[in-house]
């Protein structure tokens, strides 16, 4: 299996949000990734439920939900209410991540935990099997268009090594500054899900950009 593209709807034209996900449709993107923030678990504030009820009613791709927001388990039903398929809450925003996590699956969501740049990914020893998917940001998270951070690739590595042990179909995501520059040493380090926003948004034609990311040679591949 080929890693998979999540183009960010952050990064998508708000007032054509519309034809920006009936282009991801037609495009080889795997998922759509919907970037949520609060205003408080990061200086930003996205989307809402009424958008993403509203993007859901036009998307044939699976909708990968990020939360970047604090006390997450208040509104996890209401996120798999408007749509998500799979639901990613912060490791440093849950006191009592595995009962976090049981509660994503109980809604009958994917469920998935990203870490902050600083957080190290042995935090996650304990927790990886319970967990389809791990997201490692590779930028402070809250804006979109930052430049990637290199320590990224180590923490990648180690998280593949870790997951080899205990849950080897895990999807490895990474978040930030992904482009058609880095997507091939991302792939070598482990990681198997991409999630691109301005790479893709902001390219000439998208849909083609989403194709060479998605085709990208590299000489390992992931499941």
Same mark, same amino acid.
């Given at each position: 299996?080929?890693?998979?593209?999540?183009?960010?709807?952050?990064?998508?034209?708000?007032?054509?949000?519309?034809?920006?996900?009936?282009?991801?449709?037609?495009?080889?993107?795997?998922?759509?990734? !919907?970037?949520?923030?609060?205003?408080?678990?990061?200086?930003?504030?996205?989307?809402?439920?009424?958008?993403?009820?509203?993007?859901?009613?036009?998307?044939?791709?699976?909708?990968?939900?990020?939360?970047?927001?604090?006390?997450?388990?208040?509104?996890?039903?209401?996120?798999?209410?408007?749509?998500?398929?799979?639901?990613?809450?912060?490791?440093?925003?849950?006191?009592?991540?595995?009962?976090?996590?049981?509660?994503?699956?109980?809604?009958?969501?994917?469920?998935?935990?990203?870490?902050?740049?600083?957080?190290?990914?042995?935090?996650?020893?304990?927790?990886?099997?319970?967990?389809?998917?791990?997201?490692?940001?590779? !930028?402070?998270?809250?804006?979109?268009?930052?430049?990637?951070?290199?320590?990224?690739?180590?923490?990648?590595?180690?998280?593949?090594?870790?997951?080899?042990?205990?849950?080897?179909?895990?999807?490895?995501? !990474?978040?930030?500054?992904?482009?058609?520059?880095?997507?091939?040493?991302?792939?070598?380090?482990?990681?198997?899900?991409?999630?691109?926003?301005?790479?893709?948004?902001?390219?000439?034609?998208?849909?083609?950009?989403?194709?060479?990311?998605?085709?990208?040679?590299?000489?390992?591949?992931?499941?």
């Amino acid at each position: 299996m080929k890693h998979l593209i999540a183009p960010s709807i952050l990064s998508a034209d708000f007032a054509n949000l519309q034809r920006d996900i009936e282009m991801l449709n037609q495009s080889e993107a795997d998922w759509i990734h !919907v970037d949520v923030m609060d205003g408080v678990f990061v200086p930003n504030i996205s989307f809402g439920f009424p958008v993403i009820t509203a993007a859901k009613k036009h998307a044939k791709k699976p909708f990968d939900v990020h939360l970047m927001i604090v006390e997450p388990d208040k509104y996890i039903a209401d996120f798999a209410k408007a749509g998500a398929d799979l639901i990613t809450v912060h490791y440093e925003a849950c006191t009592h991540l595995h009962r976090t996590i049981q509660l994503i699956k109980s809604v009958g969501c994917k469920a998935g935990v990203a870490l902050n740049p600083h957080t190290p990914v042995s935090l996650l020893k304990d927790i990886l099997q319970d967990i389809d998917l791990a997201l490692v940001m590779s !930028v402070n998270p809250g804006f979109g268009g930052q430049a990637f951070i290199p320590q990224t690739l180590k923490k990648l590595r180690e998280l593949r090594q870790m997951a080899q042990q205990t849950n080897p179909n895990l999807y490895i995501e !990474v978040d930030g500054g992904v482009g058609i520059q880095n997507i091939a040493s991302l792939i070598e380090a482990g990681a198997n899900v991409f999630v691109a926003g301005n790479a893709v948004f902001a390219a000439p034609s998208p849909t083609q950009m989403i194709a060479d990311l998605k085709n990208v040679e590299t000489s390992i591949q992931h499941i």
